[in-house]
T-cell receptor
Framework: DTGVSQDPRHKITKRGQNVTFRCDPI?????LYWYRQTLGQGPEFLTY????????KSRLLSDRFSAERPKGSFSTLEIQRTEQGDSAMYLC????????????FGQGTRLTVV | AQRVTQPEKLLSVFKGAPVELKCNYS??????LFWYVQYSRQRLQLLLR??SRESIKGFTADLNKGETSFHLKKPFAQEEDSAMYYC????????FGQGTELSVKP
């Protein structure tokens, strides 16, 4: 286990298409987070899970975004009917339960919508 | 509501100068605060957490509940400190500020 991994690293899609990203957290971590980051901005919270339960989803997130973590291990983030404004880096992070524990980040998936 | 504010987008100093990266937060409960760093072409990673009261790479940060601040300080900046620095708050979810780019010139 070499850390949090995300797939794919890069994705170019046409406007209106659906895309799905995968995140594999560190195996013993029960918390998993998704963030979106655009140039010059900090990571923007999208959603997070504890085991398979989705505990919170950003109110800023449209209904086109959905995330799952079906068995409490890997997670997927799907964006339906992509728009140019969805172009960003999508980051995944995981941590062991506990508010003071370190979150480990993946390398991110860079989405470009053309 | 949880909020983290980093007022400076860019901080540029010369090597050996003191550095202070500002962070203010808004949270109704008892906050857990962190500083994360992202070096060029690397992943975001933890630098330090307030509960540990530790010094990492010469950086320290003190939680000031009265001023709702968690500023990051280093007495003598080094060129290798050049990076993006993000203040983060955890109250259930983990949220980040907008980040401050630190540039240390030789």
């Amino acid at each position: 286990d070499t850390g949090v991994s995300q797939d794919p690293r890069h994705k170019i899609t046409k406007r209106g298409q659906n895309v799905t990203f995968r995140c594999d957290p560190i195996s013993e971590h029960n918390r998993l987070y998704w963030y979106r980051q655009t140039l010059g901005q900090g990571p923007e919270f999208l959603t997070y899970f504890q085991n398979e339960a989705q505990l919170e989803k950003s109110r800023l997130l449209s209904d086109r975004f959905s995330a799952e973590r079906p068995k409490g291990s890997f997670s997927t983030l799907e964006i339906q009917r992509t728009e140019q404004g969805d172009s960003a880096m999508y980051l995944c992070a995981s941590s062991h339960h506990g508010d003071t524990t370190e979150a480990f980040f993946g390398q991110g998936t860079r989405l470009t919508v053309v | 509501a949880q909020r983290v504010t980093q007022p400076e987008k860019l901080l540029s100093v010369f090597k050996g100068a003191p550095v202070e990266l500002k962070c203010n937060y808004s949270y109704s409960g008892s906050p857990e605060l962190f500083w994360y760093v992202q070096y060029s072409r690397q992943r975001l990673q933890l630098l330090l957490r307030h509960i540990s009261r530790e010094s990492i790479k010469g950086f320290t940060a003190d939680l000031n509940k009265g001023e709702t601040s968690f500023h990051l300080k280093k007495p003598f900046a080094q060129e290798e400190d050049s990076a993006m620095y993000y203040c983060a708050l955890q109250g259930g979810k983990l949220i980040f500020g907008q980040g401050t780019e630190l540039s240390v010139k030789p």
